[in-house]
């Protein structure tokens, strides 16, 4: 299955979601490519970091750009039981690629206007890209949110207006743990004084994904 995390806008945690991703997956046995098509590298940045520290990987990850992103992994989905795909937050050749090949594409969105404002051109895309990947699932969620005040439900319910976008209705904090582990090159789950309520977040958006959604790939 190809799980791309990506959208229109940066800032939303897009990294963060499919690094973590990554290493919940390969805890599963599974063979996993984990693809940086992000002009940032943030997540080449984050697998070099691994390797500096001497932390064992047991997934590949490449940087593929452009139209690559579809004839490279159209060549090597065979090859691998997952790929995770971090496209970068503008609308990118990159990231119409990433969508063209996808099962499931993920969206995080800030509870915050400037990241809600940008709806509409998540929606064009989207609309577009079905014509090409008529499989394609949709998956938004709120990420980096508040711990209280309304805006994440009320992000929320404005996202749950879009047809073609289904919603995971559990939001992701910001919580320090992810910025941590992301700095040591780690997943949430993998550090040595690990945050329950990270793991249990992040946890939460994998079961959705390779357990609910994947049941209808």
């Known amino acids: 299955m190809i799980v791309v995390v990506g959208g229109v806008k940066g800032g939303t945690g897009k990294t963060t979601i499919a690094t973590n991703l990554a290493v919940l997956r390969s805890r599963e046995n599974k063979k996993v490519l984990l693809v940086d098509a992000d002009e940032q590298q943030s997540t080449t940045t984050w697998a070099s970091q691994r390797d500096v520290m001497g932390i064992p990987t047991s997934w590949v990850t490449i940087q593929l750009t452009g139209k690559a992103v579809y004839s490279q992994l159209e060549k090597m989905r065979n090859d691998y039981d997952d790929i995770i795909v971090d496209v970068g937050g503008r609308e990118t050749r990159s990231l119409r690629a990433a969508i063209a090949i996808a099962d499931i594409f993920v969206i995080p969105f800030q509870p915050r206007s400037f990241d809600i404002w940008t709806i509409g051109d ?68 993998e550090m040595q004084k690990p945050d329950p309520k990270a793991i249990q977040e992040i946890t939460a958006l994998y079961d959705f994904l390779y357990n609910k959604c994947t049941a209808s790939v």
């Open 122 to 189: 998540v929606k064009s895309i989207i609309a577009e890209m079905k014509q090409v990947n008529d499989k394609l699932q949709c998956v938004a969620l709120i990420n980096r949110a508040d711990f209280s005040g309304n805006d994440n439900d009320d992000t929320l319910n404005i996202i749950q207006e879009c047809d073609d976008i289904e919603c995971f209705q559990s939001p992701i904090k910001t919580r320090k743990a992810f910025a941590n582990a992301a700095s040591d090159g780690l997943g949430v789950c």
